[in-house]
């Protein structure tokens, strides 16, 4: 078994990981498109439990997988598993695979655990680094502490993207990413997250923002009842109004993905990360690709940044919206040949699908030109059910 230095997982979450990635293969092929080794890392990268390589392993090890050309398509026993991922012979590979990281008890993952020890942040004595609590391709982050409130943060270390893209000299990336900061730190609104602080001259540059400890919205994909239908509904709501507030004060997100929405403790939204995929761009005459943050949510882009477009316009957040909306419901990454929402989950209401369509469209003009005009769709289609239009519904803090 070659998984080293990872940490101890459950082989219900191994098995749930390799079915996500099998099944999106097949959703691939069926659409008639494939996916690159790079390309299938781009668009895991932080969503599995362990690193998208130590998964190919397996599957190519045992067969499930193939390369064709450079690109990845399922063998027969790869479709049979995709169709029955909890079949015994799968079960069993993996216990033979990922037999030295899995662990099936939760108490005994909870001993393993280090007890993780407040160390301040370098340079900076008012907050108290504590446990990492998520990665990405421009740094990581983690929880923190400020020292004399003793309020809980978020602390965002940018380290890795000076590595990355050194074509770029530091400096630059610094300005860039003082700009869009200072844009994201302007909005003010119940479903974004705030900006605590900043710091751009450390050794290792960092922000601090507001601290949310419901985790993000990948928690939530795919429902199962009627009352996870309404609480994906309004979670669909609180996205639209916050990105129409933003909208209206001129700032674009252009990198939406489940892991950029987080949820307080009352369930909440909290959109994060505004901006940040404008950070690195292509130099003038390179064939590098535009946009460099984004490419670990390519699953979630338009047409038009994935085309290299670099203007900044509202229908790219409405498309990637869209997008999320329907994994939301579904558990599934729409693809170009994939069944309406209504198809797929019983009991949805069928407008549903006339608003996952509009804001989805490959051709800009064809889709909603704001989300002015979604939530006028919306509201007309279901009246008073969801309250009425601009009236943002938040969860009850008692509750």
Request: net charge negative.
């Given at each position: 078994?070659?998984?080293?230095?990872?940490?101890?997982?459950?082989?219900?979450?191994?098995?749930?990981?390799?079915?996500q990635i099998l099944k999106q293969i097949m959703r691939d092929q069926r659409d008639g498109r494939s996916r690159t080794l790079a390309d299938m890392k781009a668009l895991y990268s932080g969503n599995l439990a362990l690193e998208f390589p130590e998964y190919?392993?397996?599957?190519?090890?045992?067969?499930?997988?193939?390369?064709?050309?450079?690109?990845?398509?399922?063998?027969?026993?790869?479709?049979?598993?995709?169709?029955?991922?909890?079949?015994?012979?799968?079960?069993?590979?993996?216990?033979?695979?990922?037999?030295?990281?899995?662990?099936?008890?939760?108490?005994?993952?909870?001993?393993?655990?280090?007890?993780?020890?407040?160390?301040?942040?370098?340079?900076?004595?008012?907050?108290?680094?504590?446990?990492?609590?998520g990665s990405g391709v421009i740094g990581s982050v983690y929880k923190g502490k400020h020292t004399i409130t003793s309020h809980l943060v978020a602390i965002k270390e940018i380290k890795d993207l000076f590595s990355y893209y050194s074509f770029i000299q530091?400096?630059?990336?610094?300005?860039?990413?003082?700009?869009?900061?200072?844009?994201?730190?302007?909005?003010?609104?119940?479903?974004?997250?705030?900006?605590?602080?900043?710091?751009?001259?450390?050794?290792?540059?960092?922000?601090?923002?507001?601290?949310?400890?419901?985790?993000?919205?990948?928690?939530?994909?795919?429902?199962?009842?009627?009352?996870?239908?309404?609480?994906?509904?309004?979670?669909?709501?609180?996205?639209?109004?916050?990105?129409?507030?933003?909208?209206?004060?001129?700032?674009?997100?252009?990198?939406?993905?489940?892991?950029?929405?987080?949820?307080?403790?009352?369930?909440?939204?909290?959109?994060?990360?505004?901006?940040?995929?404008?950070?690195?761009?292509?130099?003038?005459?390179?064939?590098?690709?535009?946009?460099?943050?984004?490419?670990?949510?390519?699953?979630?882009?338009?047409?038009?940044?994935?085309?290299?477009?670099?203007?900044?316009?509202?229908?790219?957040?409405?498309?990637?919206?869209?997008?999320?909306?329907?994994?939301?419901?579904?558990?599934?990454?729409?693809?170009?040949?994939?069944?309406?929402?209504?198809?797929?989950?019983?009991?949805?209401?069928?407008?549903?699908?006339?608003?996952?369509?509009?804001?989805?469209?490959?051709?800009?003009?064809?889709?909603?030109?704001?989300?002015?005009?979604?939530?006028?769709?919306?509201?007309?289609?279901?009246?008073?059910?969801?309250?009425?239009?601009?009236?943002?519904?938040?969860?009850?803090?008692?509750s």
């Amino acid at each position: 078994m070659s998984v080293e230095n990872s940490a101890a997982v459950s082989k219900e979450v191994l098995l749930q990981d390799i079915t996500q990635i099998l099944k999106q293969i097949m959703r691939d092929q069926r659409d008639g498109r494939s996916r690159t080794l790079a390309d299938m890392k781009a668009l895991y990268s932080g969503n599995l439990a362990l690193e998208f390589p130590e998964y190919f392993k397996f599957l190519n090890k045992y067969n499930y997988v193939l390369l064709k050309e450079g690109r990845l398509i399922l063998s027969d026993k790869g479709i049979a598993a995709a169709a029955d991922a909890a079949g015994t012979r799968i079960i069993e590979e993996i216990e033979h695979f990922f037999g030295n990281v899995i662990i099936d008890a939760q108490e005994d993952i909870e001993e393993i655990k280090e007890v993780p020890t407040p160390t301040p942040i370098r340079q900076d004595p008012k907050y108290l680094r504590l446990e990492q609590i998520g990665s990405g391709v421009i740094g990581s982050v983690y929880k923190g502490k400020h020292t004399i409130t003793s309020h809980l943060v978020a602390i965002k270390e940018i380290k890795d993207l000076f590595s990355y893209y050194s074509f770029i000299q530091r400096s630059e990336v610094v300005i860039r990413l003082k700009d869009e900061l200072s844009l994201a730190a302007s909005l003010s609104h119940p479903c974004i997250i705030n900006i605590v602080d900043v710091n751009l001259e450390a050794s290792v540059p960092y922000f601090i923002i507001e601290y949310a400890p419901r985790g993000n919205l990948r928690q939530y994909i795919g429902v199962k009842s009627e009352e996870e239908i309404r609480m994906a509904i309004k979670i669909f709501l609180q996205i639209c109004y916050a990105l129409h507030y933003a909208h209206r004060q001129g700032i674009v997100h252009q990198n939406l993905k489940p892991e950029n929405i987080l949820f307080t403790a009352q369930n909440n939204v909290k959109i994060s990360d505004f901006g940040m995929n404008r950070i690195i761009r292509a130099r003038p005459g390179t064939q590098i690709p535009h946009v460099f943050i984004g490419a670990q949510s390519i699953a979630y882009q338009p047409p038009e940044i994935l085309a290299g477009n670099e203007e900044v316009i509202k229908q790219s957040d409405i498309y990637s919206l869209g997008i999320i909306f329907y994994e939301m419901l579904t558990g599934f990454i729409p693809g170009r040949r994939s069944q309406l929402p209504s198809e797929v989950v019983k009991g949805l209401p069928s407008a549903i699908d006339k608003i996952f369509d509009k804001m989805t469209r490959d051709r800009i003009e064809e889709r909603y030109e704001d989300f002015e005009q979604v939530l006028d769709d919306f509201y007309s289609m279901f009246k008073d059910e969801y309250g009425k239009m601009g009236e943002i519904v938040l969860s009850d803090p008692i509750s």
